[in-house]
């Protein structure tokens, strides 16, 4: 027993690997990983950008590929095929849980994130394609894609509800997960139980910009030091004040109304939980945020820090009194959370769509040395 295992049996806490390498599924370091207590992956374009562009693994098969298909058509072969690859061998988790872990996340294009109809059918498109009830397909939190969550999941589709940055915005992710399965039932649907849900609510790039901000509100204000003392903080509390919500919106009479058709509640899931600053602990967005019916999905490296010195305990609703305070300091300091929220939505939108945009422009480079060699 591995503390990842103790997390799950202790905390109810499922902890998954962010990230998915044709290597990792051929040589058996997933399987290993699974074994010591992984529940599930996840994976975005920037983490299959690294992969195919960081070694030789996919070359025979895209050469392949690219004598009967455009660039961008061979890559989404190579990404279906290694999710498909993940899903196998996550597949006794999904089965041993009856549904409750297990998952492997594939995200849609990124350049679909402000795109509602071109969304809904690429969602539809991969489960389709994919055809794995372990499967779940991101789509981010942009205004534009929210009647996209919704119209999925009443279509009775596992969806991964990705870049959440706030609070407000997270308040509509669930509203369009209870809406959807409401609708569903409406449909006529009486067991609800095989449709699964994680909202992905983004940890450290949070405090990159809230400390940002205060850094540069020190140097402009008298109490500069008081207001440097709140970094490193915002992160957390927002997340804490999150999985409040999160208890507050999946109990009460709605709820209860779709859980006794076997709803299962939309887990929140804790992503970029790496630490970005080195003066940080490397698991200061790990051990912070442990509770039951959530989800944290950590880097490989953060994975193993974990099972090296991972502290397993209940923390995800401690110093909530402090969490509103902490929020409360910084708009006195003119940082309004929201706001850092919808920046780091538009930033998040953009880096997954750069990586998109500069795998492609690698893979053709490499489909035309491959070609004219």
Known sequence: MTTLHDLYGEQEQSPWLDNLRRDWLEDGTLAGLVAQGIRGVTSNPTIFAKAISGQDTYDEQFATLIKTMPVEDAYWDLVVDDVKAALDILRPVYDTSDGGDGFVSVEVAPALAHDTEGTSSAARGL?????????????????????????????GRSINVTLIFGITRYGEVIEAYLSGLEELAASGATDLSRVASVASFFISR???????????????????????ELRGQAAVAQARLAYRLFTERFSGGRWEALASKGAQVQR??????????PAYPDLAYVDTLIGPHTVNTMPDGTVADFLDHGNVARTIDSGLDEATDLVAKLATADIEMEDVAQVLESEGVASFAKSFDELMQSLSDKANALTNG
């Open 206 to 228: 949070v405090d990159t910009e809230v400390d940002r901000r205060l850094e540069a509100a020190a140097r402009s204000r008298g109490d500069g030091a008081s207001l440097l």
């Open 268 to 277: 929140p899931l804790w992503a970029s939980t790496s630490t970005k600053n």
């Open 127 to 155: 489960h389709t394609r994919i055809d794995r009830p372990n499967v779940l397909v991101k789509i981010p939190a942009t205004p534009e894609c929210i009647p996209s969550i919704r119209q999925m999941i009443s279509e």
